[in-house]
């Protein structure tokens, strides 16, 4: 703001005139403040985010466009685009930086439910193999407890395989001693069969001798009688031996039948029994056998127990530092997000807007190449006119905020404003005023304001309506 003031005029009766000049307010849009913009070899394979470096030297700027002057301008219309390309530049590596980044925490996590998944499977073959040593140590304690069975059986077997051998045996000897005691019977019966046969042959001459020697009357009668009478004796003894020898015999072939009976039933016992200590035996090797396998099974399962399980620990080690790492690389986004933010915040620094609506007074022109901080556009904005005067401190301290004002311009045209600032300082006024008063009296600054548009810089003329009394 330009303040322009003149000297007090006599106040008319009631009122206080002054005069004043109507402020220039013009808003100098100055040159943004752009770092120096370097490339980054690294862009997009940056490990960790770029660390904070003092702030660069400010870049002069090359104007690659210009508002013309004398243009009306909007608040946000552009006003001056300069040179961005280096800014691009920057921008598009901060962000393929903070692409990577988060990349990288894309793919962390992916490997991260990969090693979860692994985990998962393994914990199923880990159940899937307890679950196996649980069913091998049940079927290994069957099979002991069978092998302990069998073999508390396995004597009883052997005794009766010893027990039978043996009466069979006897048997054997007994079957012997009968079928020997039979052939020696029947040929005791053949020798009395043919003493028989001599003997009756004998009886029957005997009595053709008696009958003969009885028709003759012959004294030999008494003998023959008696021979007859000793033979017919001796049939009657020898027939009652081949009797009771044909008795035996009948009852000697009946004990062999009976033994060889025997014989058969204790060989059928025998080959049972000795087929029972066979199965017996080759249920033990099957037992053994059986036994050496589970225990080899055991001791794999147990190995892959111990395999998986140290499969589980070096994978929960890694998920560990591969959380750590997409946590460090998660908290690492930030400060990729912050170098995009500030590159953004550059790049949008390269397009200068207006802040407020205006007439652009002067701008730069196409290829100029302007410094940081320097004014770069000026714009007469459009906001209430404002007229700046310097009164005695006793006229002053009539007048109140707010009060009612006449401006009246050289060309005649008066319109109305109000009051709005009464200065707290009691100062000499700038050497431009115009009047003797002024210069040699302390002076107390007012503004006055009007919604009507007034030339800027234009001197008028002020009656001010006090508010107290003098």
């Known amino acids: 703001m330009v303040a322009l003031t003149v000297g007090c005029t006599t106040p008319a009766a009631g009122t206080i005139g002054v005069t004043g000049t109507v402020d220039d307010d013009l808003l100098t849009v100055s040159t943004p403040t752009i770092g120096t913009v370097a490339p980054n070899p690294n862009a997009g394979f940056s490990a960790v985010p770029p660390a904070q470096k003092p702030a660069p030297d400010p870049a002069p700027l090359l104007v690659t466009w210009a508002v013309a002057e004398g243009a009306r301008v909007a608040q946000g219309d552009v006003l001056v685009r300069t040179d961005a390309r280096p800014l691009d530049a920057a921008l598009s590596m901060a962000q393929s930086d903070a692409g990577r980044a988060r990349a990288e925490v894309d793919v962390l996590t992916s490997t991260i439910a990969d090693l979860d998944t692994k985990a998962a499977d393994l914990h199923t073959q880990r ?38 051998t043996s009466q069979r045996s006897t048997l054997v000897a007994t079957i012997a001693d009968l079928t020997a005691k039979q052939t020696a019977l029947d040929a005791t019966i053949a020798d009395l069969t043919t003493q028989r046969t001599g003997l009756v042959a004998t009886i029957a001459d005997l009595q053709a001798q008696l ?92 190995g892959a127990l111990a395999s998986i399980d140290g499969g589980l620990a070096q994978l929960s080690d890694t998920r560990t530092q591969l959380v750590n790492t997409r946590d460090l690389a998660t908290v690492a986004i930030g400060g990729y997000d912050v170098a995009v933010a500030q590159a953004q915040q550059q790049r949008d620094l390269a397009t200068v807007t207006a802040t407020s609506a205006g007439v652009v007074v002067s701008a730069p022109q196409v290829g100029d190449v302007v410094l940081a901080g320097t004014p770069l556009v000026r714009v007469r904005e459009d906001r209430p006119t404002t007229v700046t005067a310097w009164l005695a401190p006793d006229d002053a301290a009539r007048l109140c905020t707010g009060g009612a004002t006449r401006i009246t311009t050289d060309a005649g045209t008066t319109v109305d404003a109000t009051l709005t600032r009464i200065g707290t300082e009691v100062a000499y006024p700038p050497s431009f005023v115009a009047t003797d008063r002024t210069h040699l009296t302390r002076t107390v600054s007012i503004t006055v304001t009007s919604s009507a548009t007034l030339p800027p810089g234009w001197p008028v003329d002020l009656r001010l309506t006090p508010c107290r009394s003098v």
């Open 127 to 164: 159940q899937t193999i307890s679950d196996g040593l649980t069913t091998l140590s049940q079927k290994r304690a069957d099979l002991v407890s069978t092998r302990q069975t069998l073999t508390s059986q396995r004597p009883a077997v052997v005794q009766t395989v010893a027990d039978l």
């Open 211 to 302: 009958a003969a020697a009885m028709a003759i009357s012959s004294p030999t009668v008494p003998q023959l009688e008696a021979a007859l009478a000793k033979a017919q004796a001796s049939l009657l003894a020898l027939e009652a031996g081949l009797a009771q020898s044909q008795a035996g015999l009948t009852q000697l072939t009946t004990g062999l039948s009976q033994s060889q009976a025997g014989l058969t039933q204790l060989d059928a016992g025998l080959a049972k029994a000795t087929a029972g200590l066979a199965q017996i035996d080759s249920g033990l090797a099957q037992i053994m056998t059986g036994l050496a396998t589970i225990d080899q099974k055991t001791h794999q399962a147990t």
